[in-house]
């Protein structure tokens, strides 16, 4: 038992004494874009056992959803959430080792950003250490975008040159590569041949297949354009027949300094045909020989190398000629004579000691001079057929190579030896030092700086220094920006300002001795240029996203990096508008400003590491809303290098919350006809200066009717129906007061007030917020019918040739001023129907029907109305024919909705008995009944004696006049009385 114990503790002491369990995940945030591949790797180390299989657990928390959400597992299988279950085989957890697991999510969507959190099951009891991890995947969209502009179907010869461009660009936002290459796919073959490409470090390379050709200078990858690489083929050959296209890669570099292709798209491919030329084998077959001498040689010696051409009738023909050691092309005489030099050996060129010419019919000649053991190896001499065509253009045959002849340099006896630094990390935009030690010198020195880019396969002239310390001419795009000096006898100093990702590559430093011969030494350093966007980021911080109408918004630009004379330019892009630029802040200090200076305020602060600028938006309104950016540019060989911009950050702009509280008048009942006051109070609202729209809104049924508006400029609208009898007014509290005069049943219903209210912006902007409405309910009655007139018989007794008043009196109705009255009298006479005598309508037009009997009593009538009730009428100077019965009739109209009248009510009055008294007739009956009857007797004896006196004068008449025949005096005819007395009678 004690030995168990003493065991037991030495494996405890064991256990403790070694490391404590740590749980490592790929670091992050990892970018990764929609519809790709995500991996996370994940290990575990610490475990006593370290052979044992280890259990992991993956789990994710997303962005929206605080819950942690089980994925997969490698000991449980049913350890998923449903939502990952259904995706099955897309989601895959597996082992690389028995203490590290592999988590692959093959297609990634959108929601699948978030924590992802590796977890390991412990299969011991005692824990110390990290046994869980977490890192960030974010998935961003997917904006690489590439396209070819060439056509579907090309057709070239042999020997003619072809040019294809390339569109290729991304919109992501993070810090990104770009990697381009052509391919071409022939028919039959397994695998695509890679022509050339450039790769995410901006380094060209090209195919197996067409290393020579590019070699030689035949195939170019350039880039043309911000997003536009060209590629150039020349002298096209059968075999480049095929489909030929671009394929764009995107990079983005993972927090663990990783490269990884974040997504991959191809364009359309290009259907390439090349005819071969066919060339009569008699007429241009050629022998090709290369001679040297010497071909043994020490340094600095001159070589010469021979290349003849066996063929018939040589001065008819036209070739090409190109040497070559070891495969590049050194130099090459054209059909024409004119000599091309590759790049790597244009300063020898120049300095005289490479030379070619024709010097025969077959005959072409190189020259080297002051070889280096550089110029030893292997050369080649190769020769084109060329055939003129019809138009002067030449075309090339089938090359013939010489056989490879093996040229030996020695170098001379000497104690010359150069140091320089191996390497050297430059940041874009700073300089570069190299400094060239050289040992063990007796003679004079000059020292040449050359260069060798990633596109190149020999070094380049750069600037030299001759013996006696004259600068040569520099390359051209470094002729304004390099310095060759030489501090001390044996220190040569190379300086190249204002470096950039182009000037990346291997820098040689040669040193030549000239004594009695030219011995020379040369050391190489590889310099690495690192972007700016690797080492200057920039990133954008806002405090408050989300801000009020009137609150002050504090923006944040980062420029973390090595101070730089850089430019700093704020701009705001308001919805989808393009982007407008607030302010910019040069280098030097001066700020220019595009926007509204007295809306932002900026401010700098600076430390050793970054730079903060601040801009402060004072009072915010809704044109401060937008997406704002900021974007540096670091001023860089006398133009300004934009680095990447900002992340973008949208700056939102709310609207104060609305604390309006309405009152509304209570339900309303009033009698039609009525005016009506309908009061809409405001009892609380924070704003002072606030103004308000009213609309005030009739609801009946499902009919809602705008009956008033009134905006804010106190401006007023209503519906043409309702301009005369409805109006607003404004009263103090604030409220709003609607008057329906005259209303209608066709008045009521619910009435809504809704009231808007308006701010002012600190930039005198208005702008409102949300209607609060009141409703009130308007219920009108229509009372009951109760117009009555005066019906007791009236009678008047007026005296001939005065006036008589006759009055009609209404006992009961409406008397108000929105009561109109059709007020009609009649006149009878004994035993007569009734003749409408006068009319005055409900409008107040007076008129006169058509009466022939009536036009002497109607020019004497006067219509009146003493008061309301009232309607009266005067007859002047009435004689005994006005005697008879009168009576009026008063009807009721009222005013409809749509303009017309409509009669409400009718009532008759009681009938008017009028008496005239004739002037005398009161005396006569005053009189003696004894004298009447005198009277009486008097009167019929003059009557009788007047008729017999008139019937004598007639007889006379008669008889003194010729008598007619047939005729009798007394004839019935002529003796008959009338019935009637006649006028004159």
């Known amino acids: 038992m004690l030995r168990f114990l003493l065991l037991l503790c030495m494996a405890t002491l064991l256990h403790f004494g070694n490391a404590s369990v740590l749980t490592e995940i790929q670091a992050g945030p990892l970018y990764r874009v929609t519809g790709s591949r995500l991996s996370i790797s994940c290990n575990v180390s610490g475990f006593a056992n370290v052979n044992s299989r280890k259990e992991f657990e993956f789990r994710v928390t997303k962005p929206a959803n605080p819950m942690v959400l089980n994925i997969i597992s490698t000991e449980d299988p049913g350890f998923s959430y449903a939502v990952y279950q ?38 011991e009891y005692i824990y110390d250490g990290t046994y869980s991890v977490t890192t960030t995947v974010k998935v961003i969209d997917d904006s690489l975008s590439v396209s070819s502009a060439a056509t579907t179907s090309l057709r070239y010869n042999q020997g003619e040159a072809l040019t294809l461009t390339c569109q290729a660009s ?23 041949s890679l022509i050339i490409s450039l790769d995410r470090d901006f380094t060209i390379r090209p195919g197996m297949e067409f290393q020579g050709r590019y070699q030689v200078g035949l195939i170019k990858l350039d880039k043309v354009g911000e997003a536009t ?88 023909k036209f070739f090409t000629v190109a040497w070559l050691r070891a495969g590049v092309e050194l130099a090459r005489i054209g059909p024409t004579g004119v000599l091309s030099v ?85 940041n874009e935009g700073g300089t570069l030092t190299l400094t060239c030690k050289v040992h063990g010198f007796k003679g004079q020195l000059s020292v040449s700086w050359q260069r060798k880019s990633a596109q190149m396969s020999t070094f380049t002239n750069v600037i030299g220094l001759s013996q006696e310390g004259v600068a040569d001419t520099p390359a051209a795009d470094v002729s304004n920006r390099v310095a060759a000096t030489r501090p001390t006898k044996d220190t040569f100093v190379l300086e190249l300002h ?47 996203s989300v801000a009020t109408v009137g609150d002050d918004v ?33 280098y030097d200090g001066a700020v220019s400003w595009s926007g509204e200076r007295q809306r932002y305020h900026l401010r700098v602060a600076n430390s050793p590491s970054e730079r903060t600028y601040y801009l402060l938006i004072n009072g915010a309104s809704h044109r401060e809303a937008g997406s704002y950016q900021c974007r540096a540019s670091v001023f860089q060989k006398n133009v300004y290098k934009k680095l990447s911009p900002s992340n973008p950050l949208m700056i939102k702009v709310q609207n104060p919350e609305s604390d309006l509280i309405l009152t509304p008048t209570p339900a309303l009942t009033r009698n039609i006809n009525s005016d009506v006051t309908i009061k809409c109070l405001i009892t609380s609202s924070r704003y002072g200066s606030s103004r308000y729209a009213v609309t005030w809104i009739r609801q009946q049924r499902t009919q809602n009717v ?69 409703t009130i309910q308007l219920t009108l009655i229509e009372p009951a019918n109760d117009l009555l007139l005066d019906a007791k018989e009236q009678k008047v007794l007026a005296k001939e040739g005065d006036k008589a008043q006759l009055k009609c009196e209404l006992i009961s109705g409406a008397f108000g001023e929105s009561c109109f009255y059709k007020v009609t009298w009649f006149y009878t006479r004994l035993g007569s129907t009734p003749v409408p005598l006068l009319e005055l309508d409900h409008t107040g037009l007076l008129k006169y029907p058509e009466s022939k009997n009536l036009h002497d009593l109607q020019g004497r009538l006067r219509f009146s109305r003493p008061n309301r009730s009232s309607f009266g009428l005067e007859i002047q100077r009435i004689h005994d024919g006005d005697s008879g019965t009168y009576q009026c009739r008063v009807e009721q109209y009222q005013l409809a909705q749509e303009g017309r009248w409509e009669q409400k009510a009718s009532v008759d009055g009681g009938p008017i008995s009028l008496s005239v008294k004739v002037t005398g007739e009161n005396e006569a009956s005053s009189g003696c009944h004894s004298g009447m009857w005198i009277g009486l007797h008097v009167a019929v004896v003059l009557c009788s004696l007047l008729i017999i006196l008139v019937l004598v004068l007639k007889l006379r008449r008669a008889k003194t006049s010729e008598k007619k025949p047939g005729q009798s005096l007394w004839t019935e005819e002529h003796l008959k009385l009338k019935t009637k007395l006649s006028a004159e009678d």
């Open 170 to 192: 991304s919109n992501t936002v993070q810090h990104t590569h770009l990697s381009i290459a052509w391919y071409l796919r022939k028919e039959g073959a397994d695998d695509d």
């Open 86 to 123: 259904v995706r099955g085989s897309d989601i895959a957890l597996t082992h690389v080792s028995s203490n590290s697991v592999l988590f692959e999510i093959k297609s990634l969507q959108k929601d699948d950003e978030g924590e992802y959190d590796c977890a390991v099951i412990n299969p």
């Open 498 to 544: 204002e470096i950039t990702p182009a000037d990346s590559g291997a820098y040689q430093c040669v040193v030549s001795e000239r004594n009695e011969q030219t011995n020379s030494q040369s050391e190489t350093t590889t310099l690495t240029v690192a972007p700016m966007d690797s080492f200057v980021s920039v990133n954008l911080i806002g405090r408050n």
């Open 706 to 774: 705008t009956v008033l508006s009134w905006d804010r400029d106190s401006s007023v609208t209503s519906t043409a129906d309702h301009k005369q009898r409805i109006s607003m007014r404004h009263t103090k509290g604030p409220g709003f007061e609607l008057t329906i005069r005259d209303s209608q049943i066709s008045d009521q219903g619910f009435y809504v007030c809704e009231v808007e209210e308006w701010l002012q912006d600190p930039r005198g902007e208005w702008y409102h917020l949300p209607p609060v409405c009141g």
């Open 229 to 316: 690489y060209r590629l150039t083929m020349d002298q096209l050959e059968p075999s480049d027949a095929g489909w030929i296209y671009c394929q764009a890669q995107e990079w983005i570099e993972d927090p663990d300094l990783s490269w990884y292709p974040l997504t991959q798209k191809t364009a359309e491919e290009t259907k390439l045909d090349v005819k071969k030329i066919e060339l009569a084998p008699d007429k241009f077959s050629v022998g090709v020989r290369l001679s040297a001498q010497p071909t043994s040689l020490q340094e600095g010696q001159e070589l010469l190398l021979t290349c003849s051409v066996d063929t018939q009738n040589p001065e008819e």
């Open 554 to 586: 504090e923006l944040m630009c980062r420029v973390k990096g090595p101070p730089l004379a850089m430019t700093l330019t704020w701009s705001l892009q308001r919805g989808g508008s393009t982007l407008d630029n607030i302010l910019t802040m040069y």
């Open 342 to 426: 590759s790049p790597e050996n244009g300063r020898r060129e120049k300095q005289g000691e490479l030379r070619a010419s024709r010097i025969g019919d077959r005959d072409y000649r190189l020259v080297l001079q002051h070889v280096s053991t550089e110029d030893q190896g292997g050369y080649v001499c190769r020769v084109w057929p060329q055939e003129r065509g019809q138009h002067g253009n030449f075309v090339q045959g089938h090359a013939q190579d010489s056989s490879a002849l093996l040229v030996s340099i020695s170098a001379t006896a000497s104690g010359l030896s150069v140091e320089m630094q191996n390497s050297a990390l430059v």
